[in-house]
Nanobody, 127 residues
Framework: QVQLVESGGGSVQAGGSLRLSCAAF???????????MTWFRQAPGKEREGVAS????????NYADSVKGRFTISQDKSKNTVYLQMNSLKAEDTAMYYC?????????????????WGQGTQVTVSS
């Protein structure tokens, strides 16, 4: 089993920045089977959507169109941690942000492909 622990959420004004972290805890054997880690978000009354994904083996990244050029996903494999640097934040980025990890992910932004989820961290952007 793998536990994901997010941190770094908060409140910021539009145009500001935040960095989210997601640390994976568990047996090394289980963590090594993870092939993608992805940040999702869910705003009140809206469906959960994929924001940014990273292949934990090769390091390739993918982004939703709504965040391209503003958000950057990265990883520190020595710490089993994935980061989401969010710049030029907008009011529409306000949501609960969740970290997810999957061992057999093919459709990156499909939430049902992920085995493990964090508890979420709130991001609020005021205009």
């Amino acid at each position: 089993q793998v536990q994901l622990v997010e941190s770094g959420g908060g409140s910021v004004q539009a145009g500001g920045s935040l960095r989210l972290s997601c640390a994976a805890f568990g047996h090394t054997y289980s963590i090594n089977y993870i092939n993608y880690m992805t940040w999702f978000r869910q705003a009140p009354g809206k469906e959960r959507e994929g924001v940014a994904s990273i292949n934990t083996i090769g390091g390739s990244t993918n982004y939703a169109d709504s965040v391209k050029g503003r958000f950057t996903i990265s990883q520190d494999k020595s710490k089993n941690t994935v980061y989401l640097q969010m710049n030029s934040l907008k009011a529409e980025d306000t949501a609960m942000y969740y970290c997810a990890a999957g061992t057999r992910v093919f459709r990156l932004f499909m939430s049902n492909e992920y085995n493990y989820w964090g508890q979420g961290t709130q991001v609020t952007v005021s205009s």
